[in-house]
């Protein structure tokens, strides 16, 4: 089953990059520690062995599951997304009305995401109630804490 994920070309490449990592770097590491862990000798007893073949499969299953990530992720074309609403890729800069605080978020894909920086995910829900909205629109948006009403002061890229 294929799950579309769309990516800037920034954080594409950063997969790309954690992937290669692990392949050209990690999975040589623990090949070379089973090793020296089998000229140790007696491999029912050995910690060390079975430490090691226990990170191989989990290091494994992590490079499956990113190439299966990087072989379904799509580039996204800014120039086709209409700038009126709130996309993917999007910068919105938002006032909550409670408390007339202002902030500005970037939506981007799960996999992108960083608060540090404003990323915030099109899957959260503050960025599921952003997606789709214009400058001018009220999105209430359910949080953990409650309700929070937000207003869309203005969508740039």
Known sequence: MSNV?????????????????????????????????RDKGDLSENAEYDAAKE???LLEAKIAK???????????DESQLDTSK??????????NLANKMEMT??????????????KISVESPIGKGL?????GDKAEIQVPTGKITFEILEISR
């Open 5 to 37: 994920s769309y990516y800037t070309e920034e954080g594409l490449q950063k997969l790309k990059d954690e992937l290669k990592d692990m392949e050209t770097v990690q999975r040589p590491k623990i090949s070379q520690q089973i090793a020296d862990a």
């Open 55 to 57: 990170a191989q499969g």
């Open 66 to 76: 990113l190439k299966e990530i990087v072989s379904n992720a799509r580039i996204i």
């Open 86 to 95: 709130a996309l993917i890729l999007s910068k919105v800069r938002i006032k």
């Open 105 to 118: 978020y970037t939506l981007v894909s799960a996999k992108e995401a960083d608060l540090k920086t404003g």
């Open 131 to 135: 997606l789709g909205k214009s400058v």
